[in-house]
Each structure stands twice: as C-alpha cells, then as structure tokens.
C-alpha cells in the first residue's frame, strides 16, 4: 500500500487512542474532585495531568493558575492545544478523509460523524452541565471506532498499521499515566510517609486504576487492597490487561511482523526485545531501579520505535 | 417576442407529459411533512457521508470549515429512453470526432490543410501543447473521460431541443455526484424505483475501470491503475477518493510518485510499485514541474519524457484542451462531417466569434440579448447573460470584448428547460442542464443518464456548483 496512505492510518487510530485517554484522565479527575475530602488530592492530579503530557508551560502561558475549569477548557476544547480532545479527533478525521477511500464506509463514518457530533456538543451547554457524560461519550465513540474497524475491515497491511498506531499510542499514553505521581508530587515511588499522603495514594492508586476501566479487574486479579505495587504490576506486566505496556506492545510486535518489509528487520527487533523485557520482568526489579526512572526509559523507547516505524514504512526517502 | 418556455414536466399547467404522469401521481400523494423529513435526512446523510466540496477561500456560518454540500434535490429529472437512445448515438459521435481531431491535431492536421479550423486558432491556443506534437497515444485516444454539458431550449414550436452547450475534455467532475444522488433516492424512496423501469448508472466505475485498463501501455499485461488528486483540498476531492475505492485503485498524491529509469512508480510500505496508468485530476499544468509550471508540486518531476515515451497512459492525455475551448466548439459539427462523414446528431448552439468582424459586430450590437463566453473562462465565471445584466454590466463587458474581440463568443440566450424543484416556498421550475459522462476506450460507451443539475436562484441560468447550483437524480426511463 501507498506510504502515505499507511501513514495517515497510523496516526488517524493514534489520534482517536490519544483523545480517549485524554477523556480517561479528565473523567478520573473530574470524578475526584466531587469527592470533598479530596479536593487537595485533585488538585495535584489537575497539575499532574498537565505534566505527563509535558503541556505545563503551554498552559501557563495561556492561563496562569491551575483550575479545574481552565484544566478542562484546555485539554477538552483548545484548538491550539495539539492534545486536547478536539484536536485529536479533528486530527483522527482530517487522517481519516485523507485516506477515506481506504476505510469501509462505516469506518469513515464513524469517525466523520464524531467530528460532526462533537462540534455540536461543544457549542450546546451540556458538556459544562455534565463532563462525565461527555467523557462517556468520548469514549465510546473511541470503542465505536474501534470496533467499527476491527468488524469491518479486511486485515490487511492497512489494518495493521491502524493496529499498530493505536497500540503504540496506548502504551506510551498508560507509561504516561503511571508516572503522573512522579510529576505531581516530585517524589519516589515508596514516599508516603505522613497521613494525608496515605489517603493521596489510596486515591491516587485508584483513580489510576479506573481511568483504565482496571478498578473491578484489579479485586478480581489480587483479591487484595489497592497497592501501589499491585497496580504497577497490573499495568506494566500483565499481558491478559489490554491497557498494559504488555498487552500493547503485544500487539505492535504482531502487527508490526505482518507488514515486515525488506529494511524492517531492525525495527522488529527492537520491538520484539521491548515486549521480551516486558515478558520477563519482575515488578520488585522494576520498582528497586525506580518508577520513574523505568518508564521514562520505556517511553524513549516507544518514542523511538515509532520513528523506526514512520522511517521504514510510511516515509520512506525516495527510492 | 413571446418567449418559448419548456417545463420538463408539465407540457402546460394542466397537462403532464406523458414520461412524468407516473411520478407525478405518486407526488401528488405525498404529504408536505414526509418530503420536508426526507430533505433534512439526505442532507443528515451527504453530510455524515462527507459528501461536500471545497469552495475556495470561503468559510461556513462558524467561519471555520470550508466543506459545503452540493444541495440535492428530491425530485427527479426523467428523459424517456426514445430520447436518451438517439442523445447516446449523439454522443459516441461527438467524443469519437472530438478525439480524431486532437489526434489530427498533434500529427497531420489534415483539418487544417483542408480549410475547416484556422491554423491560428490552434497554434495561438493556450490549450495546444507542442509537446504532444507526433507523440501516439495508447488506441490514439486523448479524451478517455469526456463531460459533454447539454441543455434543453424550446424551438419555435415550443418543443424541447438538446443542444451541446459545451464539451468538457480535461478533467470532467460530477460523476460522482450523480452515482450518490441515485443512492440517496434510491434510500428515501424505494417504492418509486419499483414502480418505474429507471436504467441503473451503479455500474459506472465499473465501465470507467475497464476504460482505463484498455488504454494501457503495451508493456503492461496486468496494468497498476491510480487516480492522481491534488489532495483533500481540492474542491473535488471526495470525488477522487470515491472513483479510487469504488475502482479498487490506489488515490495517489504527486508527492506519492517519482521518476525512475522512464518508469512512473508510487512509494509503498513494499518499495517502489510500478504505475501504468494515471487517472489524473490534475490540470495539465500541475503534471510535471519540469515541463509545464515548476512552482507545482501537485504532478511528478520527469512525468512528461515517461509519457512520450508510452511508459505511463495520462487520462485524459495532456492536451486535451485545444478541442474543449469555446472557441474550438463552433467547429464540432464540421468535424463529425470531416472525419467520420456523417451528419452530426446533437445540435451546436449558433455561436457568433468575436474573431469574425461581422459576428463582432452582430455581438456588440446585440449584447443585451445574447449570452457572451470568455473562451477560456470556466466554471460559469467570465460570462454576461444579456438579458439578466444591468446596462452597466453590459456596457464593462463591451469594453472588454473590445479590447479583445478574440476572446469571446456569443450565442443567443437559450430559454433552459426548467424541472419543478423544491424552493423555499414550496415546488417551482428552475433550469437545469445535463452532463452525461462518456468512456472511450477500445470502444465508446456510457452509463445511461449523467449529472442533472439546477440552478436554485430564481431565474438563473447558471448552474455551477460554485455558484449555488444543485442537482438532481436523472433517469432514463425504459419504456
């Protein structure tokens, strides 16, 4: 397949990924703050959802003092803002159109329509009215979309570099999220030492957990209180999670071997050893180097094989 | 002068033509509120389809989006099969003299030497292109899609007409357009299709990939097809990406292709893939930078040498625009005479030249009267309609047509046929025009019908979609 029509499939599902978990993280933060002794809790997850999306400085620019409102102004409906939800689901459509007649016609209207529904959404009140509902929504225009491709589509090269994108995009978006307490309290992984902190990490840990739909799975996986080691596992290492850096880098290495071209053979590589590191680590071992430090790690090297990716397949010099 | 009117529906107030009476009983039964919910609901589902175009620098009411729909109209125009029968044989003469002639053009010019087109009118034509001179093209076919616009104006008798108003031989659109609006009224009214025996048009790209095919080089047995866009800008975009899929061929960008060893090849997630044959819907200037405008990047540097040498068919050919001009269309019927010896089926509007001193001065004197066509204008841009102009109107246009007589043609103000058309205020008739679309390949062949479109402003002639024209579903209704 064209190149550039691979390209437009890798990001369009990259987008429409990224605008769902940015949804995940506004709705879990959004959910807190109605809990009234957590409003100090909250507050630290506003500012630490701006930090693992490194917009801080574009925020403050624009706003100053961080407020739930502002938070959600920007990251919901910012058309400067690159991440907020709808850039990303313009950016999803506008990839979408560019390649239209690739998609099944239910494909494209899925996501067509989404752009179309939300511009509607956006200028009624009942996004301020009630955000849960719009995040829900969000969301499951998200799984629509999904699902809408996976029940439509022949799987070709141009389902798995949708695939592709869309696993790529989650792994890098749950590292992300994993590390939101590194930025929001600049501390290590085992830091709570006072009373207010252990009620911050109950909260914390489980905020974590829901906004990757994971609270039930957790209970049904430990059987045990929220730990934070627990849900590092859970996250990281788990390949039956289908948010975890597992289960997503699972599903890159396949559907990267599908579409393997003459020159792909290092870029697999790399993916493969990410998904075997992931296979044999140990959360203890993970967590003595450090949190913060492993995911940072991990996400120079998703960061790293979508460049491989974009240089093999989809902009490939000029032969 | 009593003006002649020619309503394709109703023959007079009270009487229907027979070809309509069907479909003007069902209508009559339809209740307001029914019609009213199906035009909102095509218009939900063109919009959710995306089937939109970009008018150029324009902005929606939220100022920010430039996608508009082309609006869609309910009720449909119907041409009895007798009618369409002898329209077809019309138009298979027509293209196939129109590309006898762009091939005489680029070799003997026998039209020439015989007298029939002045030698200037095709070398001083912008639309000539030196670089096909003796260059043959795969089945010495230039135009492999032509758009052929016809119109429908009372004789004297007040029976309807066709005339060719224009031929379109560069890169035609619209087809589109008619393939959806047959879809949409076949979703909102099914029950209309059971009770007339309408000829189908879905097999149209079809027909369009077996064209291609058939004009492809020599070397290739198994010939890669793509359709070239300028991309998702361009106002016809939609219909590129449509044609692609429903053709099952790559939608390519210039930037998609390069050059190498005289082969034409796009870049894939597998290497470099072998083009044959290039749909493109890029002006013949964007083609090739090296060759033509080297600002574009639209085409493929080096895309000319591989096409001269037949590496890679170009549809249409490059070139194509010499026999399209308005000032080439007065010669049509000579050439159906000239080249296949036969007396041409579909009529030319008379057309004065502003080349001619006499019909210069016929123009001049009668511009109040009479429709005047920049030849090289497009699009419904460029032209007065004398009777819809303010004298000052009139009188700016003079000064042009005096400052470049050459410039311009002239032909009577044709009372368009008009078609009942959902208006705001109810139903009421507005003029429409045709524009079926022709295949020539190893033979010449067509979907029965074409793109039927409207003019919505009260009055108004033009029915260019930039200029707020609609359109229509067509049927050829078999008898």
Known sequence: MLSRTADHLFWMSRYTERAENTARMLDVNYQTSLLPQSAA???????????????????????????????????????????????????????????????????????????????????????????????????????????????????????????????????????????????????????????????????????????????????????????????????????????????????????????????????????GKLRADLQFDRIDEILSTGLHAYLTQFLDRVNNLGSRISRDFLMPSAA | ?????????????????????????????????????????????????????????????????????????????????????????????????????????YHGQEIIKAGLVPADQIFQNAQFRPEMMGVDVPGGVYSIISGIDIVRAPDAKGNGEYYVLEDNLRVPSGVSYMLEDRKMMMRLFPELFAQNRVAPVAHYPDLLLETLRAVSPAHAAQPTVVVLTPGMYNSAYFEHAFLAQQMGVELVEGQDLFVKDNFVYMRTTRGPKRVDVIYRRVDDDFLDPLAFRPTSTLGCAGLLDVYRSGNVTLCNAIGTGVADDKSIYPYVPKMIEFYLGEKPILNNVPTY?????????????????????????????????????????????????????????????????????????GIAPRHIDLRPFVLSGKTVQMVPGGLTRVALKEGSLVVNSSQGGGTKDTWILEA
């Open chain 1, 41 to 271: 809790v909250a507050q630290v997850g506003w500012e630490g959802l701006l930090s693992i999306s490194e917009l801080m400085p574009a925020y403050k620019a624009k706003y100053g003092e961080v407020t739930p409102h502002n938070v959600m102004d920007f990251m919901v409906r910012d058309e400067n803002n690159p991440s907020s939800i709808v850039s990303c689901l313009h950016a999803a459509r506008e990839n979408a159109r560019a390649v239209r007649g690739t998609l099944t016609t239910e494909v494209w209207e899925t996501l067509n329509s989404t752009w179309l529904k939300l511009a509607g959404y956006l200028k009624t009140k009942d996004f301020e009215r009630d955000p849960g509902a719009f995040f829900e929504w969000v969301k499951h225009r998200s799984h629509l979309s999904r699902g809408v491709a996976i029940g439509t589509m022949l799987q070709d090269e141009a389902f798995h570099f949708y695939r592709m994108g869309t696993f790529l995009e989650r792994s890098d978006n749950t590292a992300r999220l994993l590390d939101v307490k590194f930025h929001a309290v600049e501390s290590d992984f085992y830091g709570a030492a006072s009373e207010m902190d252990q009620e911050y990490d109950f909260y914390h840990w489980s905020a974590i957990l829901r906004s990757v739909s994971a609270f039930e799975v957790y209970r049904k996986v430990y059987r045990d209180v929220i730990k934070p080691e627990c849900v590092a596992e859970l996250l990281i290492l788990r390949p039956d999670m289908p948010r975890s850096l597992a289960a997503s880098m699972n599903e890159v290495v396949v559907n990267l071997k599908a579409v393997s071209n003459s020159h792909s053979a290092e870029t697999e590589r790399i993916a």
């Open chain 2, 353 to 425: 030249m502003g080349r001619n001193p006499d019909e210069l001065k016929y123009i001049l004197a009668n511009l109040k009267d009479l429709v005047v066509k920049e030849v090289h204008g497009a699009g419904g841009y460029g032209m007065l309609v004398g009777p819809a102009s303010t004298q000052a109107e009139i009188e700016d246009f003079r000064k042009a047509v005096e400052a470049n007589p050459s410039g311009y043609i002239a032909q009577p103000t044709l009372s368009l046929s008009t078609c009942p058309t959902y208006v705001e205020k």
């Open chain 2, 1 to 105: 002068m009593q003006i002649q009117k020619f309503d394709e529906m109703n023959a007079s107030p009270q009487e229907v033509r027979a070809h309509y009476t069907q479909y003007a009983k069902w209508l009559a039964q339809q209740p307001e509120d029914v019609m009213q919910a199906r035009r909102a609901e095509a218009e939900m589902i063109f919009r959710r389809v995306g089937i939109t175009f970009a008018v150029y620098g324009a902005k929606d009411e939220d100022g920010a989006g430039t996608e508009r729909l082309i609006p869609f109209d309910l009720i449909p125009r119907v041409i009895p099969a007798h009618e369409w029968k002898s329209m077809e044989a019309g138009l298979v003469q027509r293209v196939t003299a129109l590309n006898r002639f762009i091939h005489d053009v």
